[in-house]
T-cell receptor, first 112, second 112 residues
Framework: GENVEQHPSTLSVQEGDSAVIKCTYS??????FPWYKQELGKRPQLIIDIRSNVGEKKDQRIAVTLNKTAKHFSLHITETQPEDSAVYFC???????????FGKGTKLSVIP | DAGVIQSPRHEVTEMGQEVTLRCKPISGHDYLFWYRQTMMRGLELLIYFNNNVPIDDSGMPEDRFSAKMPNASFSTLKIQPSEPRDSAVYFCASSLAGGGYTFGSGTRLTVV
């Protein structure tokens, strides 16, 4: 089955700096890659996603890139703000399967 | 739409008791997933349904766990008998085929 590795497990940045979180996946047939943000005590919420026919997608301060050859994808957050502090999860699902396999999460702390 | 609705939000029970967690997916979503979240293991898929039919229950830890989806608007996850190691946050999520998940608020289960 699919295996998703996520790095780093913790990340601290100064407010206004950029943050990058990276994930690798094992199943070359995977074709859907969402990112979720989970604030303390709350549910994971979808913030951005990308499909395998697209190399990059951007939504305001958030962008995701996908390298199918290397089987890795990354989340980029620019101009970080304290409210960006949360745990971020990457996930992947394979062709014909709609179940998501999640990475272990990255705890992002934005220091004011 | 009110989103994915889970109940109860918190459950404290004694070891050996039966626990039933409930989920109402978003109307029109044809996929329903049950996940368990712990610090050690992250988000683990337990079981998922498509059009009320269980598709993959390989993540269900053991026979003490069972799940049902009697109709498109209701699912239950039952643990009988419960054990302290079952303590976790249990999330239900729903989606359309190939789309991102919408998670419920979760049930925090504590077995003492």
């Amino acid at each position: 089955g699919e295996n998703v590795e996520q790095h780093p497990s913790t990340l601290s940045v100064q407010e206004g700096d950029s943050a990058v979180i990276k994930c690798t996946y094992s199943d070359s047939a995977s074709n859907y890659f969402p990112w979720y943000k989970q604030e303390l005590g709350k549910r994971p919420q979808l913030i951005i996603d990308i499909r395998s026919n697209v190399g990059e997608k951007k939504d305001q301060r958030i962008a995701v890139t996908l390298n199918k050859t290397a089987k890795h994808f990354s989340l980029h957050i620019t101009e970080t703000q304290p409210e960006d502090s949360a745990v971020y999860f990457c996930a992947a699902s394979g062709a014909g399967s709609y179940q998501l396999t999640f990475g272990k999460g990255t705890k992002l702390s934005v220091i004011p | 739409d009110a989103g994915v609705i889970q109940s109860p939000r918190h459950e404290v029970t004694e070891m050996g008791q039966e626990v039933t967690l409930r989920c109402k997916p978003i109307s029109g979503h044809d996929y329903l997933f049950w996940y368990r979240q712990t610090m050690m293991r992250g988000l683990e898929l337990l079981i998922y349904f498509n059009n009320n039919v269980p598709i993959d229950d390989s993540g269900m830890p053991e026979d003490r766990f069972s799940a049902k989806m009697p109709n498109a608007s209701f699912s239950t996850l039952k643990i009988q008998p419960s054990e302290p190691r079952d303590s976790a946050v249990y999330f239900c999520a729903s989606s359309l085929a190939g789309g991102g998940y919408t998670f419920g608020s979760g049930t925090r289960l504590t077995v003492v």
